[in-house]
Protein backbone atom coordinates (compact mmCIF):
# COMPACT_ATOMS: atom_id res chain seq x y z
CA UNK A 1 0.00 0.00 0.00
CA UNK A 2 1.64 3.36 -0.97
CA UNK A 3 1.56 5.97 2.22
CA UNK A 4 -0.58 8.60 2.12
CA UNK A 5 -0.26 12.46 1.06
CA UNK A 6 1.02 13.59 4.50
CA UNK A 7 -0.21 17.35 3.19
CA UNK A 8 -3.89 15.60 2.62
CA UNK A 9 -6.74 16.32 5.45
CA UNK A 10 -7.37 12.74 5.96
CA UNK A 11 -3.98 11.67 7.40
CA UNK A 12 -4.83 14.47 10.23
CA UNK A 13 -8.15 12.95 10.79
CA UNK A 14 -6.26 9.53 10.77
CA UNK A 15 -3.74 10.18 12.89
CA UNK A 16 -6.16 11.40 15.47
CA UNK A 17 -8.63 8.10 15.64
CA UNK A 18 -5.75 5.88 14.99
CA UNK A 19 -4.12 7.45 18.35
CA UNK A 20 -7.30 7.34 20.08
CA UNK A 21 -8.58 4.15 18.55
CA UNK A 22 -4.86 2.40 20.30
CA UNK A 23 -5.56 4.46 23.45
CA UNK A 24 -8.97 3.11 23.91
CA UNK A 25 -7.14 -0.88 23.71
CA UNK A 26 -4.45 0.46 26.20
CA UNK A 27 -7.16 2.09 28.96
CA UNK A 28 -9.40 -1.52 28.89
CA UNK A 29 -5.96 -3.54 29.19
CA UNK A 30 -4.29 -1.62 32.40
CA UNK A 31 -7.84 0.43 33.76
CA UNK A 32 -8.04 -1.99 36.99
CA UNK A 33 -4.44 -0.39 38.09
CA UNK A 34 -5.40 2.47 37.54
CA UNK A 35 -8.48 2.45 39.39
CA UNK A 36 -6.22 0.87 42.24
CA UNK A 37 -3.97 3.69 41.71
CA UNK A 38 -6.61 6.60 42.52
CA UNK A 39 -7.64 4.14 45.62
CA UNK A 40 -3.79 4.86 47.16
CA UNK A 41 -3.25 8.12 46.48
CA UNK A 42 -6.56 9.33 48.38
CA UNK A 43 -5.42 6.93 51.27
CA UNK A 44 -3.88 8.53 54.64
CA UNK A 45 -5.83 11.98 53.51
CA UNK A 46 -7.57 12.12 56.55
CA UNK A 47 -3.97 12.24 58.29
CA UNK A 48 -4.08 16.39 56.47
CA UNK A 49 -7.53 17.78 57.53
CA UNK A 50 -10.62 17.26 59.60
CA UNK A 51 -13.49 16.51 58.60
CA UNK A 52 -16.91 17.42 60.87
CA UNK A 53 -14.46 17.93 64.06
CA UNK A 54 -13.27 14.59 64.28
CA UNK A 55 -10.16 13.01 61.69
CA UNK A 56 -11.00 10.33 59.53
CA UNK A 57 -10.35 6.72 59.92
CA UNK A 58 -7.40 5.25 58.97
CA UNK A 59 -6.77 3.32 55.47
CA UNK A 60 -8.11 0.02 55.41
CA UNK A 61 -6.05 -0.98 52.40
CA UNK A 62 -2.07 0.36 52.15
CA UNK A 63 -0.33 -1.66 49.47
CA UNK A 64 -1.23 -2.00 46.00
CA UNK A 65 -2.09 -5.62 45.80
CA UNK A 66 -4.29 -5.81 49.34
CA UNK A 67 -6.12 -2.61 47.55
CA UNK A 68 -6.57 -4.75 44.10
CA UNK A 69 -7.67 -7.72 46.28
CA UNK A 70 -9.75 -5.66 48.45
CA UNK A 71 -11.81 -4.05 45.65
CA UNK A 72 -12.69 -7.70 44.37
CA UNK A 73 -13.46 -9.11 47.63
CA UNK A 74 -15.75 -6.02 49.03
CA UNK A 75 -17.02 -4.42 45.58
CA UNK A 76 -17.10 -7.70 42.84
CA UNK A 77 -14.09 -7.98 40.26
CA UNK A 78 -16.32 -5.74 37.79
CA UNK A 79 -15.69 -3.20 39.91
CA UNK A 80 -12.14 -2.60 38.86
CA UNK A 81 -13.37 -1.21 36.08
CA UNK A 82 -15.79 1.43 37.86
CA UNK A 83 -14.82 4.78 35.98
CA UNK A 84 -13.97 3.19 32.59
CA UNK A 85 -16.13 4.72 30.48
CA UNK A 86 -14.90 8.31 31.21
CA UNK A 87 -11.63 7.24 31.25
CA UNK A 88 -12.13 6.33 27.62
CA UNK A 89 -13.32 9.47 26.93
CA UNK A 90 -10.80 11.23 28.46
CA UNK A 91 -8.63 9.39 26.05
CA UNK A 92 -10.64 9.81 22.84
CA UNK A 93 -10.02 13.05 23.43
CA UNK A 94 -6.33 13.72 25.30
CA UNK A 95 -4.70 10.58 23.23
CA UNK A 96 -5.80 11.67 19.84
CA UNK A 97 -5.60 15.46 20.42
CA UNK A 98 -1.81 15.43 22.37
CA UNK A 99 -0.43 13.19 19.00
CA UNK A 100 -2.12 14.95 16.52
CA UNK A 101 -0.93 18.21 17.78
CA UNK A 102 3.03 16.89 18.86
CA UNK A 103 3.37 15.56 14.88
CA UNK A 104 1.91 19.17 13.78
CA UNK A 105 4.69 20.86 16.20
CA UNK A 106 7.45 18.14 14.97
CA UNK A 107 6.75 18.47 11.37
CA UNK A 108 5.69 22.05 10.80
CA UNK A 109 5.94 24.05 14.15
CA UNK A 110 9.25 23.31 15.14
CA UNK A 111 10.75 21.46 12.42
CA UNK A 112 12.82 18.55 12.18
CA UNK A 113 16.92 19.38 11.82
CA UNK A 114 18.71 19.04 8.42
CA UNK A 115 19.35 15.32 8.95
CA UNK A 116 15.91 14.94 9.31
CA UNK A 117 16.70 14.21 13.74
CA UNK A 118 13.73 16.26 16.16
CA UNK A 119 16.65 17.95 18.60
CA UNK A 120 16.17 17.13 22.57
CA UNK A 121 15.16 21.07 23.26
CA UNK A 122 12.14 20.96 20.82
CA UNK A 123 10.74 17.20 21.57
CA UNK A 124 10.73 18.98 25.14
CA UNK A 125 8.41 21.44 23.97
CA UNK A 126 6.57 19.90 21.98
CA UNK A 127 5.50 17.17 24.27
CA UNK A 128 4.81 19.56 26.62
CA UNK A 129 2.89 21.59 24.70
CA UNK A 130 0.81 18.85 23.45
CA UNK A 131 0.13 16.92 26.52
CA UNK A 132 -1.00 20.14 28.46
CA UNK A 133 -3.10 21.19 25.86
CA UNK A 134 -4.88 17.67 24.71
CA UNK A 135 -5.26 17.44 28.99
CA UNK A 136 -6.91 20.67 29.21
CA UNK A 137 -9.36 19.99 27.11
CA UNK A 138 -10.26 16.49 28.42
CA UNK A 139 -10.11 17.42 31.70
CA UNK A 140 -13.71 17.32 32.47
CA UNK A 141 -14.14 13.31 31.45
CA UNK A 142 -11.14 13.38 33.89
CA UNK A 143 -12.77 14.61 36.87
CA UNK A 144 -15.81 12.49 36.64
CA UNK A 145 -13.50 9.68 36.19
CA UNK A 146 -11.65 10.22 39.65
CA UNK A 147 -15.18 10.65 41.10
CA UNK A 148 -16.99 7.25 39.79
CA UNK A 149 -13.79 5.53 41.19
CA UNK A 150 -13.97 6.77 44.47
CA UNK A 151 -17.84 5.78 44.50
CA UNK A 152 -16.76 1.88 45.66
CA UNK A 153 -15.10 3.18 49.06
CA UNK A 154 -17.63 5.94 49.66
CA UNK A 155 -20.02 3.32 50.18
CA UNK A 156 -17.73 0.95 52.19
CA UNK A 157 -17.12 3.95 54.52
CA UNK A 158 -21.23 3.98 54.85
CA UNK A 159 -21.26 7.20 53.22
CA UNK A 160 -24.09 8.27 50.80
CA UNK A 161 -23.59 7.92 46.96
CA UNK A 162 -22.17 10.89 45.07
CA UNK A 163 -22.84 9.97 41.47
CA UNK A 164 -24.83 7.12 39.78
CA UNK A 165 -23.18 7.26 36.49
CA UNK A 166 -21.59 9.24 33.71
CA UNK A 167 -24.38 11.23 32.84
CA UNK A 168 -25.80 12.19 36.37
CA UNK A 169 -22.42 13.10 37.46
CA UNK A 170 -21.37 15.50 34.59
CA UNK A 171 -25.10 17.48 34.86
CA UNK A 172 -24.46 17.25 39.16
CA UNK A 173 -21.23 18.67 39.08
CA UNK A 174 -22.39 21.50 36.36
CA UNK A 175 -25.92 22.04 38.36
CA UNK A 176 -23.56 22.68 41.91
CA UNK A 177 -20.29 24.65 40.00
CA UNK A 178 -21.64 26.08 36.68
CA UNK A 179 -19.48 25.21 33.77
CA UNK A 180 -16.69 26.06 35.31
CA UNK A 181 -16.55 23.74 37.94
CA UNK A 182 -16.23 20.86 35.11
CA UNK A 183 -12.63 21.86 34.96
CA UNK A 184 -12.19 21.83 39.25
CA UNK A 185 -8.60 20.63 39.09
CA UNK A 186 -7.65 21.38 36.28
CA UNK A 187 -4.66 23.13 37.32
CA UNK A 188 -2.31 19.95 38.60
CA UNK A 189 -4.54 18.03 35.81
CA UNK A 190 -2.34 20.00 32.97
CA UNK A 191 0.99 19.94 34.98
CA UNK A 192 0.71 16.27 35.17
CA UNK A 193 -0.43 15.90 32.00
CA UNK A 194 2.64 17.99 30.74
CA UNK A 195 5.50 16.10 32.92
CA UNK A 196 3.49 12.74 31.63
CA UNK A 197 3.86 13.53 27.83
CA UNK A 198 7.18 15.16 28.46
CA UNK A 199 8.11 11.21 29.72
CA UNK A 200 6.04 9.26 27.58
CA UNK A 201 6.12 11.03 24.00
CA UNK A 202 9.57 13.08 24.26
CA UNK A 203 11.33 9.60 25.50
CA UNK A 204 9.34 7.37 23.13
CA UNK A 205 10.51 9.57 20.11
CA UNK A 206 14.13 10.30 21.70
CA UNK A 207 14.98 6.63 22.67
CA UNK A 208 13.50 5.13 18.86
CA UNK A 209 14.98 7.65 16.74
CA UNK A 210 18.46 6.73 18.99
CA UNK A 211 17.91 2.87 18.40
CA UNK A 212 17.32 3.26 14.86
CA UNK A 213 20.93 5.72 14.69
CA UNK A 214 22.90 4.04 16.43
CA UNK A 215 21.89 0.34 16.92
CA UNK A 216 21.55 -2.05 13.98
CA UNK A 217 17.86 -2.50 15.48
CA UNK A 218 15.29 -1.93 12.90
CA UNK A 219 12.00 0.11 12.47
CA UNK A 220 9.82 -2.65 14.51
CA UNK A 221 7.94 -3.96 17.28
CA UNK A 222 11.48 -4.56 19.05
CA UNK A 223 12.18 -0.86 18.62
CA UNK A 224 9.11 0.21 20.12
CA UNK A 225 8.72 -2.06 22.66
CA UNK A 226 12.23 -0.99 24.11
CA UNK A 227 11.28 2.54 23.35
CA UNK A 228 8.03 2.28 25.42
CA UNK A 229 9.07 0.83 28.61
CA UNK A 230 11.60 3.75 28.93
CA UNK A 231 8.98 5.78 28.10
CA UNK A 232 6.74 4.17 30.57
CA UNK A 233 9.10 4.17 33.45
CA UNK A 234 9.78 7.82 32.77
CA UNK A 235 6.36 9.37 32.44
CA UNK A 236 5.71 7.47 35.76
CA UNK A 237 8.50 9.07 37.87
CA UNK A 238 7.90 12.44 36.40
CA UNK A 239 4.13 12.67 36.63
CA UNK A 240 3.02 10.81 40.07
CA UNK A 241 3.28 14.11 42.56
CA UNK A 242 1.14 15.97 40.44
CA UNK A 243 -1.15 13.43 40.08
CA UNK A 244 -1.72 12.57 43.49
CA UNK A 245 -2.44 16.40 44.22
CA UNK A 246 -4.63 16.38 41.04
CA UNK A 247 -6.71 13.35 42.65
CA UNK A 248 -7.30 14.69 45.62
CA UNK A 249 -8.17 18.09 44.49
CA UNK A 250 -10.62 16.63 42.06
CA UNK A 251 -11.98 14.27 45.30
CA UNK A 252 -12.41 17.07 47.46
CA UNK A 253 -16.38 17.80 48.86
CA UNK A 254 -17.43 21.41 47.29
CA UNK A 255 -19.55 24.21 48.27
CA UNK A 256 -22.31 25.43 46.60
CA UNK A 257 -19.98 27.56 44.59
CA UNK A 258 -17.91 25.00 43.49
CA UNK A 259 -15.40 25.30 45.88
CA UNK A 260 -13.27 23.22 47.31
CA UNK A 261 -14.10 22.74 51.16
CA UNK A 262 -10.11 20.86 52.33
CA UNK A 263 -8.38 22.24 49.47
CA UNK A 264 -7.97 26.13 48.39
CA UNK A 265 -5.89 25.18 45.46
CA UNK A 266 -3.20 22.62 44.20
CA UNK A 267 -0.51 24.26 45.64
CA UNK A 268 -3.08 24.36 49.34
CA UNK A 269 -3.21 20.29 48.66
CA UNK A 270 0.33 19.75 48.10
CA UNK A 271 1.50 21.66 51.00
CA UNK A 272 -1.09 19.82 53.30
CA UNK A 273 0.08 16.49 52.27
CA UNK A 274 3.48 16.88 52.18
CA UNK A 275 3.42 18.50 56.24
CA UNK A 276 0.38 15.86 57.23
CA UNK A 277 2.05 12.89 55.33
CA UNK A 278 5.57 13.80 54.59
CA UNK A 279 7.79 13.78 50.92
CA UNK A 280 7.21 10.13 50.22
CA UNK A 281 3.46 11.10 50.17
CA UNK A 282 3.78 12.77 46.77
CA UNK A 283 4.43 9.05 45.42
CA UNK A 284 1.46 7.32 47.18
CA UNK A 285 0.46 4.82 44.26
CA UNK A 286 3.57 4.91 42.33
CA UNK A 287 4.05 1.14 41.93
CA UNK A 288 0.30 0.81 40.21
CA UNK A 289 1.36 3.98 38.17
CA UNK A 290 4.42 2.50 36.56
CA UNK A 291 3.09 -1.07 36.33
CA UNK A 292 0.17 0.75 34.36
CA UNK A 293 2.45 3.27 32.52
CA UNK A 294 4.83 0.07 31.83
CA UNK A 295 1.98 -2.28 29.90
CA UNK A 296 -0.20 0.58 28.87
CA UNK A 297 2.82 2.51 26.86
CA UNK A 298 3.25 -1.03 25.28
CA UNK A 299 0.39 -1.20 24.27
CA UNK A 300 -0.61 2.14 22.99
CA UNK A 301 2.89 2.32 20.79
CA UNK A 302 2.98 -1.02 19.62
CA UNK A 303 -0.95 -0.79 18.45
CA UNK A 304 -0.81 2.56 17.19
CA UNK A 305 2.86 2.01 14.98
CA UNK A 306 1.09 -1.32 13.76
CA UNK A 307 -2.40 0.62 13.08
CA UNK A 308 -0.36 3.04 11.55
CA UNK A 309 1.55 1.01 9.26
CA UNK A 310 -1.94 -1.28 8.20
CA UNK A 311 -3.27 2.41 7.35
CA UNK A 312 0.15 3.09 5.10
CA UNK A 313 1.33 5.79 7.18
CA UNK A 314 4.73 6.84 7.88
CA UNK A 315 5.99 5.44 11.20
CA UNK A 316 5.94 8.10 14.27
Keep these: ?10 PRVSKFTLSACAATVAELVTYPLDLTKTRLQIQGEGGTHQNGGSRHTQPKYRGMLSTAVGIVREEGPFKLWQGV ?6 HIVYSGGRMLAYEQLRESVLGRSEDGSFPFWKAVIGSMISGALGQFIASPTDLVKVQMQMEGMRRLEGKPPRVRGVYHAFTKIVTEGGIRG ?3 GWVPNVQRAA ?11 TVKHFLLS ?3 IQDNMLCHGLSSLC ?12 DVVKTRVMNQPRDLNGRGL ?10 QSVRGEGLLSLYKGFLPTWFRMAPWSLTFWLTFEQMRRAMGLSSF
Design 231 to 242: SGLVAATMGTPA
Design 195 to 205: LVNLGDLMTYD
Design 214 to 216: NTS
Design 262 to 271: IYKSSMDCLV
Design 85 to 90: TPAIYR
Design 182 to 184: LWA
Design 1 to 10: MAPLQENSQW
